[in-house]
T-cell receptor, first 112, second 114 residues
């Protein structure tokens, strides 16, 4: 089954404790990205990757890191999480920017 | 970067009526305009998209129109049903000057009243 998976789905953590949210797709997509969704602000792109080892900042990259060592995986890293990073996070993938984005199920993160 | 504005932010319609959501964008080079539907507690899913070489596209009760001169595109839902209740997002890409990203509007919460 073609899909995008994210783990964990829910996470409660404390300020400053490094965490990683994993994202994996099995559709051989080249374009992957991370979004955060906050009430009233819609979906804002954090980082995106056009292919292996090619990543770039989106609109709200501060406090986040990503890597793309393999085509299928695109983890999101929060080195020192802060309460303002409490949000719903979606990973998405597509063949290209101008193609259907397939979203993962979302990760609800709470930073205390 | 791309600026995408979406209106209205909330919309209530009676079942069977039509709903229209409009988005404007700033990057005249944008050439792909998707609409996503997000039901409560679910992930966004593509419902329809349009490319800049056409002015309108239909899929059953859903249609999207594009006006490149005015830089706006709209989602039209006819004969609305309760299952159309959701948040709808428009998006537009920006590519060039080293950027290759997708910008979403802030969303429209559509409520269809039975």
């Amino acid at each position: 089954e073609a899909q995008v998976t994210q783990n964990p789905r829910y996470l409660i953590t404390v300020t400053g404790k490094k965490l990683t949210v994993t994202c994996s797709q099995n559709m051989n997509h080249e374009y992957m990205s991370w979004y955060r969704q906050d009430p009233g602000l819609g979906l804002r792109q954090i980082y995106y990757s056009m292919n292996v080892e090619v990543t770039d900042k989106g609109d709200v990259p501060e406090g986040y890191k990503v890597s793309r060592k393999e085509k299928r995986n695109f983890p999101l890293i929060l080195e020192s999480p802060s309460p303002n990073q409490t949000s719903l996070y979606f990973c998405a993938s597509s063949f290209d920017l101008g193609d259907t984005q397939y979203f993962g199920p979302g990760t609800r993160l709470t930073v205390l | 970067g791309e600026n995408v504005e979406q209106h209205p932010s909330t919309l209530s319609v009676q079942e069977g009526d039509s709903a229209v959501i409009k988005c404007t964008y700033s990057d005249s080079a944008s050439n792909y305009f998707p609409w996503y539907k997000q039901e409560l507690g679910k992930r966004p899913q593509l419902i329809i998209d349009i490319r800049s070489n056409v002015g309108e596209k239909k899929d059953q009760r859903i249609a999207v129109t594009l006006n490149k001169t005015a830089k706006h595109f709209s989602l039209h839902i006819t004969e609305t049903q309760p299952e159309d209740s959701a948040v709808y997002f428009c998006a537009a890409p920006v590519s060039g000057a080293g950027s290759y990203q997708l910008t979403f509007g802030k969303g429209t919460k559509l409520s269809v009243i039975p």
